[in-house]
């Protein structure tokens, strides 16, 4: 059905319960010769006459009688299922569906989810972590989280913090194996690979050389696609790791990991929040994406500036 028809529905239910075109017309904001315009329309469409008019009266035809009789209830489910769509749009209740990378979604975008959920009670959290760029309009997606160095096309992008990833060490690795004095030296150390999502093969390390951002081929001691399970291999000092500021920020500041060639520290990406227009989202996809980006947006949390990695550098065991 379209809109016209819907509103040509809607203009004949109302003049046959109110008896009157102009009392119709002045329901539905129109005016009383745009109505009745609107029902002759109609009835040539259908075929058939559904009033009797004169002057003064409007009636019911046996035919109008019929299609009133079979039409009202679909039209009262009708206009029910609408106020119910609209309301959804501005209430803070019902699925919420999050995609995200296993990486950054924990640590970041769960105790903000936690936190958002506290306070909307009503909504219904459906969370799917993937490493791998998925197809967010079949999974129907309302807000999404992705590591990039660009945006996604054909969405909204807002950046959120840089993705660093910094050569780690513990201070039990360093007392048994040493520090490497450069990256040559790293072929002689035990070190951790992360498996790409995408091949299952370890991907190589990337580091600033210069004012460049270059790949470094290692000889993985260890591969893993969780960088919880080589975090703590890190941790217990089993493995040197290049590990992401996300993960790393928190044991770095409190001296747990000891940040290493930290002049190869590089920045190769963002974490973007992505979504639809305005426009489109429900009030639970904005609020959410409100709260993510205030707490967020240039959040130094999960960012180390140059100072800080000297500093932390300067931790070595005694």
């Known amino acids: 059905m379209s809109i016209n028809e819907l ?25 009383p010769q745009a109505a009745s315009k609107m029902l002759a329309q109609f009835e040539r469409h259908l075929g058939v006459r559904l009033f009797h008019r004169t002057t003064r009266k409007i009636s019911l035809t046996e035919e109008g009688q ?5 039409v009202r209830p679909s039209l009262v489910g009708l206009t029910q299922a609408l106020q119910t769509v609209k309301q959804t749009k501005t209430e803070h209740a019902g699925p919420l569906r999050i995609a995200g990378p296993r990486i950054a979604f924990p640590s970041i975008i769960g ?23 998925g197809d967010w309009v ?7 989280f992705r590591i990039a160095a660009t945006p996604q096309e054909g969405v909204v992008a807002r950046r959120l913090i840089p993705f660093q990833l910094i050569i780690c060490a ?13 990256l040559e030296a790293l072929r002689t150390h035990r070190c951790s690979a992360y498996l790409n999502p995408s091949n ?35 941790l217990s000092g089993m493995v040197i790791g290049q590990l992401t500021s996300i993960t790393a920020a928190s044991y770095i500041r409190s001296g747990k990991l000891i940040p290493i060639l930290i002049r190869h520290v590089c920045e190769p990406a963002n974490l973007f929040v992505y979504y639809g227009t305005r426009t489109a989202q429900p009030s639970r996809a904005r609020a959410f ?16 500036s140059s100072s800080e990695l000297a500093m932390a550098a300067n931790k070595l065991p005694l």
């Open 138 to 144: 079949e999974e129907r997606v309302d807000v999404g």
């Open 66 to 70: 019929r299609f009133l009789d079979v």
């Open 170 to 182: 513990s201070q039990n690795y360093i007392q048994k194996y040493g520090i490497p004095a450069d």
């Open 289 to 304: 994406i409100d709260l993510v980006v205030k707490r967020l947006a240039n959040s130094t949390d999960f960012v180390l």
């Open 111 to 133: 105790p903000l989810l936690e936190e958002y959920c506290q306070e909307h009670k009503e909504i219904q959290p459906y969370v799917l972590l993937d490493d791998r760029a």
């Open 200 to 234: 299952g093969r370890p991907s190589p390390w990337f580091v600033k050389v210069g004012d460049e951002i270059t790949s470094l081929d290692i000889v993985p001691h260890l591969c893993t696609n969780d960088e919880e399970l080589e975090l703590r291999a890190v």
């Open 7 to 31: 509103r040509s529905v809607n203009t004949f239910v109302l003049t046959a319960e109110l008896g009157s075109i102009r009392r119709a017309a002045e329901a539905l904001d129109m005016t």
